[in-house]
């Protein structure tokens, strides 16, 4: 089951994200500023970490940085009311995702953006085949394949005059 650490100083918005997280099959943990969120960081095993910008002490993008020190491949979520005022996608390029609270549609795009890290975090590196190097075609491997069949021949030749 994947967990989630909401790192928000607004009780009522923590609750919230909270009661959401637990009611999609989630572990939840919490904390109300930024220390208290890295320090739950290091103690607990984290998938993806949802944190609000405007805080005390600590804004969110100074804890990304933090918890990326921790963990590089952390996926992390950003929410402001003040996204598009402080162009935080620009100002905090750590964060995988960037939302703006108190829209209608806050929920279902925080759930949305929430199943596609979770699905990107456990996608599995895909290795790439590395491809023989082919022999330079010279006479010597010319004459080493195997010669063509009737059909196959007409076929080359038919080629030969048209070009």
């Given at each position: 089951m994947?967990?989630?650490?909401?790192?928000?100083?607004?009780i009522?918005?923590?609750?919230v994200?909270?009661?959401?997280?637990?009611?999609?099959?989630?572990d939840?943990?919490?904390?109300r500023s930024g220390?208290?969120?890295i320090e739950?960081?290091?103690?607990?095993?984290?998938?993806?970490?949802?944190?609000?910008?405007?805080?005390?002490?600590?804004n969110?993008?100074?804890?990304?940085?933090q918890?990326?020190?921790?963990?590089?491949?952390?996926?992390?979520?950003l929410?402001?009311?003040?996204?598009?005022?402080?162009?935080?996608?620009?100002?905090?390029?750590?964060?995988?995702?960037v939302?703006?609270?108190?829209?209608?549609?806050?929920?279902?795009e925080l759930l949305?953006a929430?199943?596609?890290?979770?699905?990107r975090?456990n996608?599995?590196?895909?290795?790439?085949?590395?491809?023989p190097?082919?022999?330079?075609?010279?006479?010597?491997?010319?004459?080493?394949r195997?010669?063509p069949?009737?059909?196959?021949?007409?076929?080359?030749a038919?080629k030969?005059?048209t070009?």
């Amino acid at each position: 089951m994947p967990s989630i650490l909401c790192i928000d100083d607004n009780i009522s918005g923590l609750t919230v994200r909270r009661h959401l997280f637990e009611r999609h099959g989630h572990d939840v943990f919490t904390a109300r500023s930024g220390a208290e969120g890295i320090e739950r960081f290091r103690k607990e095993k984290i998938d993806l970490v949802v944190v609000d910008y405007v805080m005390p002490e600590m804004n969110g993008g100074e804890v990304i940085r933090q918890l990326r020190k921790i963990n590089p491949r952390l996926q992390v979520i950003l929410l402001s009311s003040y996204a598009d005022t402080l162009d935080l996608e620009r100002r905090v390029p750590e964060a995988d995702v960037v939302l703006r609270k108190g829209r209608t549609r806050e929920v279902k795009e925080l759930l949305e953006a929430t199943d596609r890290l979770l699905r990107r975090r456990n996608r599995k590196p895909v290795r790439k085949r590395v491809k023989p190097a082919r022999k330079p075609v010279t006479r010597a491997t010319l004459a080493e394949r195997p010669k063509p069949g009737k059909i196959v021949a007409k076929k080359i030749a038919a080629k030969r005059r048209t070009a």
